[in-house]
């Protein structure tokens, strides 16, 4: 997608805006992602690779496809539209979604990538968005960006009454997506670490 000179700038203008807005950060491995050093046992990951998008329907899946030297899901060169495609996430029930990555790739100076995760109200059919991440930058290597900041409203994974997916659009073979990753944890019961078996906030001291 090429832009012109003024609506380049205000397209400029708007992303900068909407990052300097937005809680996303980058990661450089499993660590710095996890966010929570300190007690990494508690945490759990739900991971879709990019082998696990499927065609969302809004054009045919010539528009996209796999690399498999690359393990990435990337837009077609050729595509006269852009490829929409989603996957879901099958969160348990009872735990807490505290953060979402993806790894992208994106190597188009005159467009970003994004990625959208939502849930579905199953009895009522209301869709409402969690949130989004979109690449700052262009290059050839994997960008992973995550939102740390889950809205509260969001926070409690309810699967018996929502299902949640995650959805992006490519436009070209410079955009394409390696994973996307659900970090959930339990509810803390106990704040003293009982559950986890952290106990360096109890008292040596015997009473």
């Not at 996890?34 to 528009?63: E, Q």
């Not at 849930?119 to 409402?128: H, M, S």
Request: aromatic share 14%.
């Amino acid at each position: 997608m090429r832009y012109t000179h003024t609506s380049h700038i205000l397209f400029t203008l708007s992303l900068v805006i909407a990052v300097a807005t937005s809680p996303m950060v980058a990661a450089s491995d499993i660590e710095t992602e996890r966010g929570f050093p300190d007690d990494p046992g508690v945490n759990r990951l739900f991971n879709i690779p990019g082998a696990g998008f499927n065609s969302a329907g809004h054009h045919d899946a010539d528009v996209y496809f796999f690399s498999f030297g690359h393990g990435r899901i990337e837009g077609d060169a050729d595509a006269l539209h852009f490829g929409c495609i989603m996957a879901p996430a099958t969160l348990p029930d009872g735990y807490v979604l505290y953060q979402f990555y993806a790894s992208l790739y994106d190597n188009d100076p005159a467009d970003y990538v994004w990625m959208d995760f939502w849930r579905l109200q199953n009895y009522t059919g209301v869709t409402e968005k969690i949130g989004r991440i979109v690449t700052t930058s262009d290059g050839s290597g994997v960008q992973s960006i995550g939102e740390k900041d889950i809205p509260a409203a969001f926070q409690e994974i309810d699967a018996l009454n929502y299902s949640y997916y995650a959805v992006t659009c490519l436009g070209n073979d410079s955009q394409g997506v390696y994973s996307a990753r659900f970090w959930y944890r339990p509810v803390t019961v106990f704040t003293d670490g009982f559950e986890t078996g952290n106990t360096n906030a109890w008292s040596t001291a015997t009473p």
